[in-house]
């Protein structure tokens, strides 16, 4: 070993050495745990109602399968398999920061009600993913708005507009649609997607889900 | 490429393979300069007489480990986002042995067998074929391998985890045992050397 090669090594092992012992005191690298928040950029988006979808849009969304939609269910695993929007995946609102996502990706949280999802959505915000939105009302809005839409005993032309558009987003995706609405068959072409292939037991499954949201009152 | 990149969508499926490409033909141009394509080098580690890849080894661990602990607690690299591998400890020690066996028998592991071949070498070209045709035999009994492939799953196990102590203290810990790793290694070769001298 020449002298160059030997004060290589030697300098080499030293520095080693040192960012080691420094390491140790360093303690745990950043787990994404201090992202940067632009907070005016965010409270722009919320003043804008860009932070939200409805229900009912999440459900055209799902049903059209818009490119690069996720559905994400931060609720508990337990309530997860009780009952879920189609499609959705389940992860826990301390796993989503460590969840990987892609930046084209258009990610659709809700929860419960609202708050979890919307808290997860300023996490997602904050580690710079710009296509993320939350449900207002969370399950609660998916339940009364897309599986069991309502509508009034004398509704204005537009209430009946757009429950003409539930109605059927509520029958895609196994509900049932209440009011003087005319029982129809669903066209065959719907019949034939998957969520539909379980129609029977998914609409007492979400019967008795609605019931079991309702009764916890979140 | 499991690293961020491919994540935050700063590079395609397509132009990660491409740096795939250069990078390991990068990798396998300093394998054959550092000698590291003749089997003898190789075999040399288990006869204690030239550590040279047990070195490069620990090298490669070290930078590594270094350079993502500190990206990661200055904020520039997101290591909740690197993938970790999951473990599954009955199949990986017996892909271990199965490791160990073929390296000692060939002389060469993976990527010195590639190298070994492209440079002419028939042993390394045989070292390819096997390896080749164990992966051929893996794909076609995969049916009736894969309940003992996901056996003993123990999912994302890391040191930090295991041992519950800091990431800072495990990097720190793997420093001085590759430090000392470093000092035995250079001591054995020159007492190898010494005796290779001096004629028994």
């Known amino acids: 070993m020449t002298d160059i090669t030997r004060r290589s090594v030697q300098v080499l092992a030293s520095a080693a ?27 722009r988006n919320v003043e804008a109602e860009e932070d939200h979808v409805t229900a009912v849009e999440l459900a055209e969304w799902i049903k059209d399968r818009r490119p690069g939609l996720r559905v994400v269910d931060v609720r508990p695993a337990d309530e997860f398999d009780a009952y879920h929007v189609p499609t959705a995946e389940n992860i826990p609102l301390d796993k989503l920061v460590d969840t990987p996502f892609r930046k084209d990706e258009t990610i659709v949280l809700y929860s419960g009600g609202g708050a979890h999802a919307a ?32 509508i009034s005993a004398a509704p204005t032309d537009s209430a009946r507009n757009s429950f003409a558009r539930a109605a059927d987003l509520s029958r895609y995706f196994g509900g049932v649609p209440r009011a003087g609405e005319p029982a129809t068959v669903a066209p065959l072409h719907e019949l034939s997607h998957k969520s539909l292939a379980k129609k029977d037991s998914t609409t007492g499954s979400t019967a008795a889900a609605v019931l079991r949201i309702r009764g916890r009152g979140c | ?69 500190w990206l990661g607690w200055l904020g520039v690299l997101n290591i909740g986002r690197v993938y970790v591998p999951e473990t599954f400890i009955l199949p990986q020690l017996v892909g271990g042995v199965v490791f160990g066996i073929g390296f000692a028998a060939a002389g060469l592991c993976p990527g010195t067998s590639c190298v070994s071949a492209v440079t002419g070498r028939g042993d390394g070209a045989m070292a390819v074929l096997g390896m080749f045709t164990g992966i051929f035999a893996t794909g076609i009994f995969f049916g009736s391998l894969e309940s003992f492939y996901n056996s003993t799953a123990r999912g994302q196990l890391t040191l930090p985890a295991v041992f519950h102590v800091s990431y800072g203290i495990v990097v720190f810990a793997i420093v001085l045992v590759a430090l000392a790793g470093f000092f035995i290694a250079e001591r054995l070769e020159r007492r190898a050397q010494i005796r290779g001298e001096r004629p028994a």
């Open chain 1, 17 to 43: 050495l040192g960012l080691g012992l420094l390491a140790a005191f360093a303690g745990n690298p950043d787990f994404a745990s201090s992202a940067r928040v632009d907070v005016r950029s965010l409270a």
């Open chain 1, 119 to 150: 808290q997860g959505w300023v996490f997602l915000r904050a580690l710079g993913l710009p296509h993320v939105y939350f449900l207002r009302d969370g399950l609660t809005e998916w339940l009364e708005d897309v599986i069991n839409p309502v």
């Open chain 2, 1 to 69: 490429m499991i690293a961020p990149f491919n994540e935050y969508g700063l590079l395609s499926d397509g132009a990660g393979l491409w740096i795939a490409l250069v990078i390991g033909l990068g990798f396998g141009w300093c394998l054959e300069r550092a000698g590291m394509g003749s089997a003898r080098k190789l075999a040399g580690q288990f006869y204690l007489t030239d550590l040279t890849v047990f070195k490069v080894m620990f090298t490669a661990i070290l930078t590594a480990m270094l350079g993502v602990f």
